[in-house]
């Protein structure tokens, strides 16, 4: 089998989301494809796929809809990027989030994360995903055994200094 | 000035509609417009302190003048992930 190399350029959009089934390698092409290899020579990737959940709250989860505000969910994604770059500067990040219905073990958001070193990566990743909870416009109608509800989470407020803190304290336990 | 609503999740569910179009005086703010909506709708008052908006696809304070042509979303809390 041939092994695969990630610092050559391929495409793929770095910030998405879609109807379409998410996939670990695309997001992690995505993110080679924006790495400035010159610059910054990647050593580590990581990735993180989040996955509806069978259980939430003692309900039985029968399958999720995930709704966003497409365009601000793109710019959202960016902004965080943005932010993550200022924490960890030779960070690149990749997010793709899934919308419409999705079953039980379906990949619902994919984030990866090149950097020349793992700790940067790692907490990146982690830091991606608390954001994207904080401030990206997306939304989950829970559907489960005898019945069905809107999940809400967070008040979407980018500029909550205190919120983005908070991101960061998670990614660097 | 006729400005565009856009609503999501459950306030669209409580408004029935996903796309508006209303008439608001000249110095009208976001907050100005989500108080009409909330006159139609009072099932929406509950998200008056956890609503966040959207001005033309960027995100907003509840203050923010609006303009002729405007496209203002509103938000309820997200949960995205």
């Known amino acids: 089998m041939e092994s695969r190399c990630y610092t050559r ?33 990647t050593g580590a990737m990581t990735s993180f796929l989040g996955l509806v959940r069978a259980e939430n709250l003692g309900r039985r989860v029968l399958r999720l809809e995930y709704e966003a505000y ?50 940067e990566a790692f907490a990146a990743c982690r830091y991606a995903i608390e954001r994207i909870k904080q401030i990206a416009p997306i939304w989950k109608h829970e559907f489960f055994e005898g019945g069905d509800v809107w999940i809400e989470g967070a008040t979407a407020d980018p500029d909550d200094e205190g919120a983005r803190e908070d991101a960061y304290r998670r990614a660097c336990v | 000035m006729r ?15 996903t796309e508006l179009e209303r008439e608001l005086p000249v110095g009208a703010t976001a907050r100005t417009l989500w108080d009409a909506l909330t ?14 908006t959207a001005v033309n696809e960027e995100y907003a304070k509840m203050d923010t003048p609006l303009a002729d042509g405007d496209d203002v979303a509103f938000l309820p809390p997200v949960s995205g992930g």
């Open chain 1, 70 to 119: 497409d365009p601000l969910a793109v710019k959202a994604f960016g902004r965080i990027s943005t932010e993550a770059e200022g924490r960890w500067p030779d960070v690149t990040l990749a997010v793709h989030h899934r919308l419409g219905r999705l079953e039980i073990g379906e990949t619902s958001v994919a984030i990866a994360a090149a950097s020349p070193h793992r700790a």
């Open chain 2, 3 to 17: 400005v565009t609503v856009r609503l999501f999740a459950r306030l669209r569910d409580i408004a029935g509609a």
């Open chain 2, 39 to 52: 006159t139609e709708h009072a099932a929406l008052s509950p998200y008056r302190d956890s609503v966040s």
């Open chain 1, 9 to 41: 350029k391929m495409d793929g959009a770095r910030f998405l989301v879609t109807q379409d089934p998410l996939e670990t390698e695309r997001v992690i092409q995505a993110v080679a494809s924006a790495v400035d290899e010159a610059a910054a020579p």
